[in-house]
């Protein structure tokens, strides 16, 4: 049961382009939701995150958009840069609960 | 920039042996996690744990898997009787009081053979 989906494998994009990275949930009781980033040989390394209060959160290239009724949320990355060549996990969790639940991540490829 | 650390990075061991997985989260944290990733596939929560006792505990954490904090340190995950699915990358992961932001150590690689 996949409570965090994120259907793109993979994404390519031109160096100063605009990345866009998806993520659906279906649990109507997540409230917090975060992403990270992941290299090779590394673990997940928070990003940005979100509570359900905003539909908004930015941090320098990196904005995250949250669209409750469409239990979808998106990472945007501007301008993008070879170095932020990885693995992207959305992850959420409930506020009663301490788990996180991640999707299984999609790879950005930034070239130059 | 405080950090949480996994030893070792690599554990070989043999089905039905009994492995320990170390970890050492970041110094004024209180919550701990283990997560797991099996190869290609997710992220999968594990276990969490605050003031000496499991909070949370997911079904793939069964009798096999049980969680210390021996000291003020370390923080251990032990598999009793590995079997040859429990081969993945295991992440130790830690948050401060009232955050909601995991912060993961680089993993131990458990190969089961």
């Known amino acids: 049961d996949q409570q965090v989906k994120q259907n793109s494998p993979s994404l390519s994009v031109q160096e100063g382009r605009i990345s866009i990275l998806n993520c659906d949930y279906t649990n109507s009781m997540f409230d917090y939701f975060l992403w990270y980033k992941k290299y090779p040989a590394e673990g997940p390394t928070f990003l940005i995150s979100i509570s359900s209060i905003k539909d908004k959160n930015e941090d320098g290239r990196f904005t995250v958009f949250l669209n409750k009724s469409a239990k979808h949320l998106s990472l945007h990355i501007v301008p993008s840069q070879p170095g932020d060549s990885a693995v992207y996990f959305c992850?959420?969790?409930?506020?009663?609960?301490?788990?996180?639940?991640f999707g299984k991540g999609t790879t950005l490829s930034v070239s130059s | 920039e405080p950090e949480v650390t996994q030893t070792p990075s690599h554990q070989v061991t043999q089905m039905g042996q009994e492995v320990i997985l170390r970890c050492v989260p970041i110094s004024n944290h209180l919550y701990f996690y283990w997560y797991r990733q099996i190869l290609g596939q997710k992220v999968e929560f594990l276990v969490s744990?605050?003031?000496?006792?499991?909070?949370?505990k997911s079904e793939i954490f069964d009798d096999q898997f049980s969680v210390e904090r021996p000291d003020g340190s370390n923080f251990t995950l032990k598999i009793r009787s590995t079997k040859l699915e429990d081969s993945a990358m295991y992440f130790c992961?830690?948050?401060?009081?009232?955050?909601?932001?995991?912060?993961f150590g680089a993993g131990t690689r458990l190969s089961v053979l």
């Open positions: 992850a959420s969790k409930n506020q009663a609960g301490t788990a996180l639940i």
């Open positions: 992961a830690s948050t401060g009081t009232g955050a909601d932001i995991q912060y």
């Open positions: 744990f605050y003031n000496n006792e499991i909070s949370e």
